[in-house]
């Protein structure tokens, strides 16, 4: 009798795993589920011993944890970004590592403008005018404008990608000047958008919004800093729903105490949740969201289903569907 496959989840944001165990059973997989974040690298080594099929969310999955896990073949990470997972690492041990590169693309560009479209409008800051307004029983707007029309103002989208481009899609109709810088995108590709492509630095000292859709790698850390913040406008704002070390916290903070942007909007933090003395927390032209760009019951069904289907292909030999170092295959 062959040896059961097990697959091991280390942490999820699901409320529960059930549905996968109840699919997994009938396959004869084993299935165990953990919520081992920030827990020591002795308890993971321990809970995914024997584990041929991981599953990871947000445990940091380094050179030395995945050279503890001789039995792992395939490490499949639970969303689009994987800068948690040391891919060389696992390139060099023969492990299959995939990830989810189409969950959630179009939530996350409804996020990104609906945060754009706050920060245009001044949605969320209308309401301290309310409430001020109704306790003086006049309306007051003396602190709310100036609000400006979004139809005819530039909009720049760094990293145009499938998240990306989907902002650029979805806002054409809207009335924008759309720009986006992209040194990696194919020329077919950027035809095929009919969007102007410009250099980081012109689109930073054109846009009147940027929104940031690149992955977190060593180029883009810290993408948002002092100097590319000192090339916007006065009147810009700032929108980043990617990683949050791709926005140096100070520098952004500095300018926005200083009035140097008018404002920004910010789904993703370095440290996750931030702590109470983050350095945005306290900045009235700051809009804060709790990295909530990913959720919708469509696209946690999207994602529980693809990693499904990933785990269903390893046990028939298959490769996963989006192997990010496919070398090994």
Same mark, same amino acid.
Request: charged share 25%; aromatic share 8%.
């Given at each position: ?38 827990? !020591?690298?002795?308890? $993971?080594? =321990? +809970?995914?011993? %024997?584990?041929?099929? #991981? ?90 404008? !100036?609000?400006?029309? $979004?139809? =005819? +103002?530039?909009? %720049?989208?760094?990293? #145009? ?94 300018? $926005?105490?200083? +009035? ?70």
């Amino acid at each position: 009798m062959s040896k059961k496959i097990k697959c091991v989840v280390t942490d999820h944001i699901e409320d529960n795993l059930d549905w996968e165990a109840e699919e997994l059973a009938k396959a004869g997989i084993e299935f165990d589920v953990h919520q081992l974040k920030f827990k !020591p690298e002795e308890e $993971l080594v =321990g +809970k995914l011993a %024997g584990a041929e099929v #991981v599953v990871v969310n947000m445990v940091k999955f380094d050179a030395s944890l995945i050279a503890k896990l001789p039995d792992l073949k395939l490490l499949i990470r639970h969303g689009i970004g994987y800068d948690n997972v040391d891919v060389a690492a696992c390139t060099r041990h023969g492990i299959q590592f995939a990830y989810q590169p189409d969950y959630c693309v179009h939530d996350v560009a409804e996020h990104a403008i609906a945060l754009l479209f706050a920060c245009g409008r001044k949605i969320v800051w209308s309401r301290k005018t309310l409430d001020e307004s109704s306790a003086a029983g006049q309306w007051d707007f003396s602190r709310l404008f !100036p609000i400006r029309r $979004l139809s =005819g +103002k530039t909009l %720049g989208v760094v990293g #145009v990608g499938r998240i990306g481009s989907q902002v650029c899609l979805k806002l054409k109709s809207f009335g924008f000047d759309i720009i986006g810088s992209d040194p990696y995108l194919g020329e077919k590709r950027k035809a095929d958008l009919d969007i102007k492509f410009v250099d980081r630095e012109t689109l930073f000292r054109t846009a009147d919004y940027i929104t940031i859709h690149t992955p977190l790698n060593d180029e883009t850390r810290n993408l948002v800093n002092a100097e590319s913040l000192s090339w916007m406008k006065p009147t810009a704002y700032l929108v980043n729903t990617s990683r949050g070390p791709m926005v140096d916290d100070e520098a952004l903070a500095d300018a $926005l105490r200083n +009035k140097r942007i008018a404002g920004a909007a910010i789904d993703v933090f370095h440290v996750e949740p931030p702590p109470p003395s983050h350095p945005y927390f306290g900045l009235d032209n700051m809009i804060l969201t709790p990295h909530t760009g990913w959720a919708s019951d469509e696209a946690g069904w999207e994602i529980r289903r693809s990693i499904l289907d990933d785990i269903l292909a390893f046990a028939a030999g298959k490769p996963a569907r989006c192997v990010v170092n496919k070398e090994i295959l």
